[in-house]
């Protein structure tokens, strides 16, 4: 099946600083990428969806100036969680279709194993 | 809109027992339902699916059935193992959209203990 990677798999980083987390997909293309966040013992909750070459659409109640989002080719969305607080500690993970060749609408989505982030 | 209400947690089981968790849907029009499984620390794998009413998903033992006239694809297993200790996510994509999202339940924390 189609294989869908995140770097960093953790990451440590000081209240006030950027922390920019990658999702690719290895062997097929993704025009759209998800983006959610998970907290503990609770179920993923959609960020925003990420689409090659525009702007991302984010859900109600995300910030877009906190969370960046950059779609910048058919396999690499990239999260950049500005000026991070001990609050945006959380389980970030990604997601990618895969298109049905019969009728091009989505077929599968596959997961990214996920990113953990800790700002202290 | 579209939604998904999962079977709350946590489950805790005997290896070989039966298992179900219960799924029910909102959805506008025909989705197609998915279960996804995942292990402590992970991402999300797909366990099975089915797009179409009557569809039987059915992988590693696990099986679910799409039944339009309840909204429901509740997941089974005849006999779990220690090893299928994992929390379980149904979840629904809208037939037809272009974009592909996938609306989720809350999550079942299953427990299987030898």
């Known amino acids: 099946g189609a294989v869908v990677s995140q770097h960093p798999s953790w990451v440590i980083c000081k209240s006030g600083t950027s922390v920019k987390i990658e999702c690719r997909s290895l062997?097929?293309?993704?025009?759209?990428m998800f983006w959610y966040r998970q907290f503990p013992k609770q179920s993923l909750m959609l960020m925003a969806t990420?689409?090659?070459?525009?702007?991302?659409?984010?859900e109600q109640g995300v910030e877009k100036d906190k969370f960046l989002i950059n779609h910048a080719s058919l396999t690499l969305s990239t999260l950049t969680v500005t000026s991070a607080h001990p609050e945006d500690s959380s389980f970030y993970i990604c997601s990618a279709n895969t298109f049905s060749p019969r009728d091009n609408f989505p077929d599968e989505q596959y997961f990214g194993p996920g990113t953990r982030l800790t700002v202290t | 809109g579209d939604s998904v209400t999962q079977m709350e947690g946590p489950v805790t089981l005997s290896e070989e027992a039966f298992l179900t968790i219960n799924c029910t849907y909102t959805a506008t029009g025909y989705p197609s339902l998915f279960w996804y499984v995942q292990y402590p620390g992970e991402g999300l794998q797909l366990l099975l699916k089915a797009t179409k009413a009557d569809d039987k998903g059915s992988n590693k033992g696990f099986e679910a059935t799409y039944r339009k006239e309840t909204t429901s694809f509740h997941l089974e297993k005849g006999s779990v193992q220690v090893s299928d200790s994992a929390v379980y996510f149904c979840?629904?994509?809208?037939?037809?959209?272009?974009?592909?999202?996938?609306?989720f339940g809350r999550g079942t924390q299953l427990t299987v203990w030898p």
């Open positions: 990420s689409n090659e070459g525009s702007k991302a659409t984010y």
């Open positions: 062997d097929f293309q993704a025009t759209t």
């Open positions: 979840a629904l994509s809208a037939r037809g959209s272009t974009l592909g999202r996938l609306y």
